[in-house]
């Protein structure tokens, strides 16, 4: 898979800490890459470097195949954490101005914004300042002045903080409409709930060190506990030491939950005839961890 | 450079749109000629109601030396009755006369309920005084003497005549250079030191709101720095604009309404103004009006009008630049003070030289701190009125410009590093590190 931006073994020290300490990330075209950290790890740090806001002590960032060059921020669009813009100017007057500055015709940048703000049911503020409108009313402002543009790169740092779950929902869908447009993504975010809905790659940086990365599916795949999820009508189960154990039974209205560790070198299939041969099976499923539980068990590991 | 011209336009529109602007703009003139008019127009006012003066002259050989005033009535009593003791008496003050006044000078006493004006005071007291000079100078029996003291008394004025670089004289006046060259250095300092601190706030108030971390990859740090000084600026230039029209307008209307007299002075007509310029015998002209238009005239107005237009740009862009590297390197407008203080420390110094330099412009405070770039533009104005030679001009600009690109640059670096460092204190040393950072 072709990568759109890669950072290598980069450094970053500041007088009392090292923020990073040999990280390499690769993320690919087209896709959403999520930045996962507990608070603190140095996802903004990283971030930063990425756009060019702070210099790393160490190490090269590539972007779409060469050298990172100074001009090629203007490829990058970036919704900070900590959001601000203009208190007292209006808002359309305000976005029309950053967009001028990222090399947009006045014309061209009104004609985008009307769209975006007509998508987001947002027109009426256009006159409005900033300081008149709620912290989400504020971040969907600052959300469509990020993606105006239309940026080969996308970076937003916890985009969906502060915002209620409708309006969570709409920018998510947006997000993935960006990234199905051909735009790569960035997503820093330490709440795993949405990593799921949005995220094709990730990396884990914990304590200024990668501790995980790759595809989401893949890591979940790596993290399989071996556990089962079983449920039956008719018949019975019981231990079978060579190839499975019972972890957990339990009955309610006539189905029999079992939970089931399987031995590893018993494929899903095998498992499932083996089953089948005393019961009615009613459901079958692997217990697939979720992000949260990974991102639990690595960062609280390390932490251990 | 076109990214540059949209920031100037941006910080230009901004505060030139904003209401507080436009109502200071427009009002600003308005109480200037407020604060000059209207004691001169209450001044006019405030002789309407006469008040009576009861003179009890026992020697009945003064009360014609009190004349009536505009704002005193005077008229004889027999005695100082009880009735003028009374709240309700309308009777301001009571002279009483005691005694033949050349031979005791204290046979006058004034009474009143409140204590007595001091213009009322002084103006008996000039009456009386001049009433027992005559007297005493008809007792020494010496014929006219009157006349022959009135010759003697010769009212020599002075007209102060300075010679140009050509030997040529022109008339000039010490209190019009000196109201010239202080008002240009007020302007100045004033300006200097409002539209700087506005850059400041500006600044700081870009770093507290974070948007320079979304600006950062659109355009360069210093840009948004040249572009903050550039168009702030310019709303200065256009303030300070609309306020030298709207005052001359205002005064051309407002004076010749208020003081009459007054009108003859502002309304000289071109054809004596041409007159004035071409040199003439300066005795030629005898009153006061026309001194005082011709010392105006003899202002070296190109000469101030360029150094003025420079000096005021270098120090701005000096000082601008200063105040935008503190505004970017503070995490909030509190700890600007720090850096603030020394700053405008020197810029009270260097007001207060300009203050002292009136007095010997050609001295060595007024020649040092007119060549010393912080405070230059401040004193440098206040002694062009009186010549300054050229080449302490041209000197002083240099070294000006030099540091303002100085200070242009090393802020620029500072303001690069500190707009976007979020949590360090910013102190000299750190700020130094950041001068040297690539």
Same mark, same amino acid.
């Given at each position: 898979?072709? #990568?759109?931006?890669?950072?290598?073994?980069?450094? %970053?020290?500041?007088?009392s800490h090292t923020a990073l300490d040999d990280v390499s990330i690769s993320v690919p075209r087209g896709r959403v890459f999520g930045l996962l950290g507990p608070n603190g790890a140095g996802k903004t740090t990283l971030i930063r470097i990425i756009n060019r806001i702070t210099a790393p002590d160490m190490g090269e960032v590539f972007f779409d195949g060469h050298m990172f060059r100074p001009e090629d921020v203007a490829q990058i669009g970036y919704l900070p954490e900590e959001r601000g813009l203009y208190r007292k100017m209006r808002v359309g007057e305000q976005a029309i101005y950053l967009a001028r500055l990222k090399g947009m015709s006045e014309h061209e940048a009104k004609r985008r914004l009307i769209m975006w703000f007509e998508k987001f049911q947002i027109t009426e503020w256009w006159?409005?300042? !900033?300081?008149?409108?709620? %912290?989400?009313? #504020? #971040? %969907?402002? #600052?959300?469509?002045? $990020?993606?105006l543009h239309k940026p080969q790169l996308l970076i937003f740092d916890e985009p969906f903080?502060?915002?209620?779950?409708?309006?969570?929902? !709409?920018?998510?869908?947006?997000?993935? $409409?960006l990234r199905d447009a051909g735009h790569t993504v960035i997503y820093s975010t330490h709440n795993m709930a949405s990593v799921e809905d949005v995220c094709d790659e990730i990396a884990l940086i914990n304590r200024s060190h990668v501790v995980l990365t790759g595809n989401v599916h893949e890591v979940k795949q790596r993290f399989r506990t071996g556990l089962y999820e079983v449920i039956i009508t008719d018949g019975d189960i019981s231990d079978e030491p060579e190839k499975f154990c019972i972890v957990e039974a339990s009955e309610c209205d006539g189905l029999r939950h079992f939970v089931l560790q399987k031995n590893p070198t018993l494929s899903n299939s095998d498992l499932a005839s083996l089953i089948a041969r005393h019961a009615e099976i009613r459901s079958f499923a692997e217990q697939l961890p979720s992000m949260n539980d990974i991102f639990l068990q690595v960062v609280g590991g390390i932490q251990e | 450079m076109s990214k540059t011209f949209i920031i100037i336009q941006r910080e230009f529109l901004f505060r030139v749109k904003k209401k507080s602007f436009i109502l200071l703009t427009i009002l600003m003139p308005f109480i200037m000629v407020a604060i000059v008019a209207l004691p001169l127009w209450l001044s006019t006012i405030k002789d309407s109601e006469q008040k009576r003066v009861a003179v009890v002259d026992a *020697?009945?050989?003064y009360f014609e030396a009190l004349k009536d005033t505009r704002s005193y009535h005077f008229f004889t009593a027999p005695s100082v009755l009880p009735e003028f003791r009374s709240d309700t008496c309308d009777v301001t003050a009571v002279v009483l006369i005691q005694d033949d006044l050349t031979r005791s000078t204290r046979g006058l006493t004034m009474y009143s309920r409140e204590e007595i004006s001091q213009e009322l005071l002084s103006y008996v007291q000039t009456c009386i005084d001049q009433q027992v000079r005559k007297d005493k100078l008809s007792a020494s029996g010496i014929h006219n003497l009157e006349g022959i003291i009135a010759d003697i008394e010769a009212n020599v004025t002075i007209n102060t005549v300075?010679? @140009?670089?050509?030997?040529?004289? *022109?008339?000039?006046? +010490? @209190?019009?250079?000196?109201?010239?060259g202080f008002i240009l250095t007020f302007l100045i300092y004033m300006f200097v030191m409002s539209y700087g601190g506005m850059v400041m706030s500006s600044v700081t108030e870009e770093k507290t709101n974070?948007?320079?971390? =979304?600006?950062v990859s659109s355009v360069k740090p210093?840009? =948004?720095?040249?572009?903050?000084?550039?168009?702030?600026? =310019?709303?200065?230039?256009?303030? =300070?604009?609309? &306020?030298?029209i709207m005052l001359a307008l205002l005064m051309a209307v407002v004076l010749p309404i208020i003081i009459p007299e007054g009108a003859a002075a502002g309304n000289v007509d071109p054809s004596m103004m041409a007159q004035m310029n071409t040199p003439v015998d300066p005795a030629v002209f005898n009153g006061g009006d026309n001194e005082m238009l011709q010392a105006l005239q003899n202002l070296p107005y190109m000469e101030l009008a360029i150094m003025f237009v420079l000096m005021f740009i270098g120090g701005y862009l000096l000082y601008a630049s200063f105040f935008a590297a503190v505004g970017a390197s503070v995490n909030s407008a509190d700890d600007t003070s720090q850096f603030m203080m020394p700053m405008v420390f020197i810029m009270i110094f260097g007001l207060y030289a300009a203050m002292?330099?009136?007095?010997? +412009?050609?001295?060595?405070?007024?020649? &040092?701190s007119s060549l010393f770039p912080l405070t230059s533009p401040i004193v440098m104005m206040v002694r062009i009125p009186f010549g300054v030679p050229l080449w302490q001009e041209v000197l002083s600009l240099v070294l000006l410009y030099g540091t303002a690109i100085a200070f242009v640059w090393l802020g620029g670096k500072i303001y690069r590093v500190g707009i976007l460092m979020y949590g360090k204190k910013p102190t000299i040393k750190e700020m130094m590190k950041w001068i040297r950072y690539k």
């Open positions: 898979m072709e #990568q759109f931006l890669e950072a290598r073994h980069i450094v %970053k020290r500041f007088s006159d409005k300042k !900033l300081e008149e409108l709620s %912290k989400g009313m #504020q #971040q %969907k402002v #600052q959300f469509i002045i $990020t993606v903080s502060g915002f209620d779950p409708v309006n969570a929902e !709409l920018l998510k869908r947006e997000i993935l $409409t | *020697t009945g050989h300075k010679w @140009d670089a050509d030997g040529g004289e *022109t008339s000039s006046s +010490t @209190d019009i250079a000196i109201a010239a974070r948007i320079m971390e =979304l600006m210093f840009q =948004l720095m040249m572009g903050k000084i550039i168009g702030v600026a =310019l709303v200065g230039f256009v303030q =300070l604009a609309i &306020w030298g002292y330099s009136i007095e010997n +412009t050609n001295g060595p405070l007024a020649f &040092w």
